[in-house]
């Protein structure tokens, strides 16, 4: 993959680092096969460096194993139930098929152990040398795996993060995502406490496969972070899937009886359910690392603190990815560790530019944002314009679908740039990537609305916005 310029780097990188490094047994020893370790180690071997990987779970991390990929794949199979009902008024008759959640679990599982033999492969691939097990920093240039040492002149820490489950009477009740897709039995009635994107997909992958879904969220609304307007539709497009969705409310205990969980309320209410999938969070994944030996600063929030080079307070120690708690995203766990071992190994010095990053929620209907939302873009631009358009897909005007989408663009009034644009609507993810790039180009309102639309489309309405919303 890096071809000739890993040539070149390959000599600049020995010829430089010789005389230090020949006495260790690596470059660079990467703890955690995940997104962030897995990208850098492959980046650093392909710049010539000696490099080891150590996993002690699963190859390709969170993502591949109980993350992203699952994840996707399951929203897929619980959007197949309402593409059934829509079809009838395009002509399409019959019983709708029924739902079996052990096919999809197994072909999930099956899906997931080929992956992990690509990465395996991949890291086999660029000479990486995998150390199954779990490693233990034992000084700033050493890392054990069971009982044997290795010598590395750098050490990257990519451990990724791990769910949180607050305690509370009854908490061994609950389950987090790394149980949920692998659950014995379809769980007809659950319960989903957070308000995260990660909640709110699992409520509509749940929702979608038949559950009955109680989503419960202490805050007054859901999705903190996303832009205002699109959380308030975003509430009101999921309750109308049938999702119980309820606000300003969190769980006193959990007890086990003979129809299930019971889940008292803090507003006093009892919901009974099979499941309580807590989705409130996830802390740096520092079990067992033995960061105790070595001078790596842990900050409030209990992340590993870091520089823009992914530098801790250890000079021969580095982290990236969610360990450091920043943005917890796989493209950016890459971005992290492409920077990290150009820096590093091949001697270029360009850091990750987090500005104007897209992103989706794969919700029914999907989100998708890339940039500012309107509040934080005033703060930073001062004065906007902001556009928006809400109509009813073309599609579900025959299938009779309630369902209506949501878009909006946010223009800095000074520049004309467009700075945030945010959408409610089937397949957002994929519309925004291509936004995405457009504002990363620093795309104004005017170069939108010289843009010929595609048509019928529900994306060719962000080159036809013409009337401001809103204007400062
Ligand atoms: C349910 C869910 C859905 C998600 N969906 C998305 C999504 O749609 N899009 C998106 O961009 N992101 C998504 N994410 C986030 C994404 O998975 C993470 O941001 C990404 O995996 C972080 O990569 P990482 O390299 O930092 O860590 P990880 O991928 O978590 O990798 C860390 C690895 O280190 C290993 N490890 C830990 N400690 C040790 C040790 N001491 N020794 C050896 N190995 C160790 C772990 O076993 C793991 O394999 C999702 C996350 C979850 C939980």
């Excluded at 690596?26 to 650093?44: E, K, M, P, Q």
């Excluded at 199954?132 to 009982?147: F, Y």
């Excluded at 995405?436 to 962000?462: N, S, V, W, Y």
Aim: net charge negative; with cysteine; aromatic share 10%.
């Amino acid at each position: 993959m890096y071809g000739g310029i890993a040539n070149t780097k390959r000599l600049l990188y020995r010829d430089e680092e010789k005389l230090t490094v020949e006495n260790r047994d690596y470059d660079l020893f990467v703890i955690g096969a995940g997104s962030g370790g897995v990208r850098a180690a492959r980046v650093a071997a392909g710049f010539g460096a000696r490099v080891a990987v150590a996993e002690d779970r699963y190859m390709g991390g969170t993502c591949v194993n109980v993350g992203c990929v699952p994840k996707k794949l399951y929203v897929y199979a619980s959007e197949f139930g309402k593409s059934f009902k829509d079809s009838q008024n395009f002509g399409w008759n019959g019983d709708a098929p029924h739902f079996d959640w052990a096919t999809l679990r197994d072909n999930k599982k099956a899906e997931i152990s080929r992956l992990n033999t690509i990465y395996e492969n991949l890291l086999a691939g660029v000479k990486a040398n995998v150390i199954k097990g779990h490693a233990r920093i034992v000084d700033a240039h050493t890392v054990a795996v069971g009982e044997q040492h290795f010598s590395a002149k750098k050490i990257l820490i990519a451990t990724g993060g791990w769910p949180h489950i607050p305690q509370f009477p009854g908490s061994e009740f609950a389950i987090s995502s790394n149980e949920v897709f692998d659950l014995a039995q379809f769980p007809k009635r659950l319960a989903i406490v957070g308000g995260g994107y990660i909640a709110v997909e699992f409520a509509g992958i749940f929702n979608g496969l038949g559950a009955q879904v109680t989503q419960l969220y202490r805050g007054p609304l859901f999705l903190r972070g996303f832009d205002a307007d699109i959380r308030t539709h975003a509430a009101k497009e999921i309750a109308k899937t049938g999702v119980d969705l309820r606000f300003g409310v969190n769980v006193q205990s959990i007890t086990s009886g003979q129809g299930g969980l019971q889940v008292l309320l803090t507003d006093g209410a009892i919901i009974e359910v099979d499941a309580v999938l807590y989705a409130t969070g996830r802390k740096a994944n520092l079990e067992g690392l033995g960061l105790e030996s070595v001078n790596v600063k842990i900050n409030d929030d209990g992340n590993i603190e870091v520089d823009d080079k992914y530098c801790t307070s250890e000079p021969s120690i580095f982290a990236l990815g969610d360990v450091t708690g920043g943005i917890e995203l796989t493209p950016v766990a890459l971005a992290e560790g492409m920077s990290f071992a150009r820096r590093q190994f091949g001697g270029q010095h360009d850091t990750v530019d987090y500005e104007f990053m897209p992103t989706a929620v794969f919700c029914q209907p999907n989100i998708g944002t890339v940039g500012y939302t309107e509040d934080a873009a005033r703060t930073r631009f001062g004065k906007l314009r902001v556009f928006k358009s809400v109509f009813t897909p073309m599609k579900n005007t025959i299938s009779g679908r309630d369902q209506q989408t949501f878009m909006k663009l946010i223009v800095d009034s000074a520049s004309d740039r467009v700075v945030g644009v945010h959408m409610i609507c089937a397949d957002a993810g994929e519309i925004m990537q291509g936004i995405a790039i457009a504002l990363r180009a620093g795309a104004t309102k005017a170069i939108f609305d010289t843009t010929i639309g595609i048509h019928p489309t529900a994306a060719e309405e962000f080159v036809t916005m013409r009337e401001v919303w809103r204007e400062d």
